[in-house]
């Protein structure tokens, strides 16, 4: 009798998995799900490497072309046909990113039409330090008198190289 009970199971048809409030869960969790992601930005700033500053330049070309060489013990602020506009030696606490604002909002209003950059790092300077460089060469920030940061483009087009060694150094 067992057998019979076992042949019939056997014979009877599998129902089908009802899937249909599966499915109606689905149709509202996913949209919600979409509208509720928070979708990453990237922030990427596009960065041109400059010319050779060994080439010699026509009289006709010698044009303002700002660099910033940032060296171990001092930054650098110049022009690469010209020379050196300025020279800022480390403080106790680090470089004189305040000094180098200053001279960059200077040079800003006697080029304003300027918008390029070159930045030259020795070997072994830290990235944070070229980032603090970055951001000051970009952009100045100021507070007004009715207490309202302010925000000026500087020179938001930036190169980034490497310094020439100095005579005498390694």
Do not use: C, W
Not at 31 to 40: D, E, H, I, K, R
Not at 67 to 76: C, F
Request: hydrophobic share 40%.
């Amino acid at each position: 009798m067992l057998t019979g009970h076992r042949r019939r199971q056997r014979d009877e048809e599998t129902t089908e998995l009802n899937i249909t409030a599966f499915m109606n869960l689905m149709v509202i969790l996913v949209p919600f799900l979409l509208m509720t992601a928070v979708f990453s930005q990237l922030a990427i700033l596009e960065l041109n490497l400059p010319g050779s500053s060994s080439e010699p330049a026509d009289p006709q070309d010698m044009t303002f072309q700002l660099e910033v060489t940032v060296r171990d013990q001092q930054i650098e602020v110049g022009d690469r046909n010209v020379g050196a506009l300025g020279v800022y030696p480390n403080e106790a606490d680090g470089y004189d990113f305040d000094a180098l604002s200053a001279k960059l909002t200077e040079i800003k209003a006697s080029y304003p039409e300027k918008t390029d950059a070159s930045i030259l790092l020795e070997a072994d300077i830290p990235y944070d330090t070229l980032v603090q460089v970055m951001d000051r060469v970009r952009v100045v920030v100021s507070v007004d008198e009715d207490k309202t940061i302010v925000r000026r483009d500087l020179f938001p087009d930036i190169s980034i190289g490497d310094a020439p060694i100095l005579d005498g150094g390694v």
